[in-house]
């Protein structure tokens, strides 16, 4: 979509910084000369346009917009913009309230956001999660990774947004006590991977068929660091009970005792 057919939204309430504008543009800049994507559509999402008293508008992403302008971009290459042009005043108007800012988003806002709008768009048209999904450029696991952070209290910039990804299959207590071990103790997203599926499973089954597996279920991967995370059922009881030294008042940790010792029982009925 040529880009001079194109206007910003007169009546966007969101602001930018200048220098968090700055921060966006030289983004988009450097990610254009070294051959990558332009921005994150999984991440930051598509820019949305409609028509509005006649002309092309930007109802949702008007700083990438206005960015790609002065840029000296003649056009919107196809993957980072999606065209509703038939879109309601009511409709695009709930857009631009619950629209992100890039110099002020976070994972949960993103979540909130993204929710809201899905829900309207379901309500609006009877849009499925997958079709809402491909809409904005992303898998329907991913919207469905990014709808869990909801469950989280409140995010701190000291975890990683893949690390909180892994962790949100758990749930309540478990899921903020598993936040905070992740913190402290600096965790590869493998090793949430690993710890949040293991205690999922614990939490689901609660019987004794919970490791009813051979080793083999446990193949190794490796870690940002080269090694094994998980190749045996010693690894994964090493790695639990230092959990458990390393949290002596953890809220969880009767499920985790419960889990250490299926595993050694596993073992004794392999060995």
């Known amino acids: 979509m040529k880009i001079d057919e194109i206007r910003e939204m007169p009546e966007n309430p969101n602001r930018m910084s200048d220098e968090a504008y700055e921060r966006l543009k030289n983004a988009i800049e450097k990610n254009n000369k070294e051959g990558r994507e332009l921005w994150d559509v999984a991440l930051e999402g598509k820019i949305l346009i409609t028509n509005h008293q006649g002309l092309k508008t930007v109802v949702a992403g008007n700083h990438r917009f206005r960015a790609l302008r002065e840029l000296g971009f003649e056009t919107i290459p196809e993957h980072y913009y999606e065209y509703q042009p038939k879109m309601s005043e009511k409709k695009w108007r709930k857009i631009l309230d619950i629209s992100n800012v890039r110099g002020t988003l976070d994972p949960i806002k993103q979540a909130r956001n993204l929710k809201a709008r899905y829900h309207l768009e379901n309500k609006d048209r009877g849009i499925t999660k997958e079709n809402f999904a491909k809409e904005i450029g992303m898998t329907k696991g991913t919207l469905s990774k990014i709808f869990r952070r909801l469950k989280v209290k409140g995010f701190t910039s000291e975890l990683k947004v893949s690390i909180l990804d892994e962790l949100t299959i758990l749930d309540g207590d478990k899921l903020e006590d598993a936040i905070q071990y992740a913190i402290r103790n600096k965790w590869s997203k493998m090793e949430a991977r690993a710890f949040a599926q293991n205690l ?48 002596p008042k953890l809220k969880l940790r009767k499920d985790v005792e419960d889990l250490i010792r299926k595993i050694e029982k596993e073992k004794t009925e392999t060995d």
Do not use: I
Not at 226 to 236: E, K
């Open 200 to 247: 999922r499973r614990l939490q689901r089954e609660k019987s004794e068929q919970l490791l009813g597996v051979k080793e083999k279920s446990f193949a190794a991967e490796p870690t940002d660091h080269g090694s094994p995370w998980l190749g045996t059922l010693d690894s994964l009881k090493q790695m639990l009970e230092r959990f458990l030294e390393k949290n």
